[in-house]
Nanobody, 122 residues
Framework: VQLQASGGGLVQAGGSLRLSCAAS????????MGWFRQAPGKEREFVAG????????YYADSVKGRFTISRDNAKNTVYLQMNSLKPEDTAVYYC????????????????WGQGTLVTVSS
């Protein structure tokens, strides 16, 4: 599966953004999906994940209650709605696919898309 993330940009603290990740290939609908981020000078971290049918979602503690992951299998797209953004959310955000369908934080995400930059100003 090939992935392309979009929707990043510059937003003020407290604002919202919605990221999209468009997938090509026939394996999307059976794949768990995840969003990760990497801030300058820091390691990449898990942000959110969703199972292949959307039945289970997973979030990092730092984004619980503010971010929502969802998917539309008819459109081969996964979304990350980000509300109440904070400067510490500034990072390059990546989407990734777990071909086993789980999407949980310890899943084996083997397909990665190009990132999209989110900058939150204070």
């Amino acid at each position: 599966v090939q992935l392309q993330a979009s929707g990043g940009g510059l937003v003020q603290a407290g604002g919202s953004l919605r990221l999209s990740c468009a997938a090509s290939g026939h394996t999307f609908r059976s794949s768990g999906m995840g969003w990760f981020r990497q801030a300058p000078g820091k390691e990449r971290e898990f942000v959110a994940g969703i199972s292949w049918n959307g039945g289970r979602t997973y979030y990092a503690d730092s984004v619980k209650g503010r971010f929502t992951i969802s998917r539309d299998n008819a459109k081969n797209t996964v979304y990350l709605q980000m509300n109440s953004l904070k400067p510490e959310d500034t990072a390059v955000y990546y989407c990734a696919a777990d071909l086993r369908g789980n999407g949980n934080p310890t899943a084996g995400f083997g397909s990665w898309g190009q990132g999209t930059l989110v900058t939150v100003s204070s």
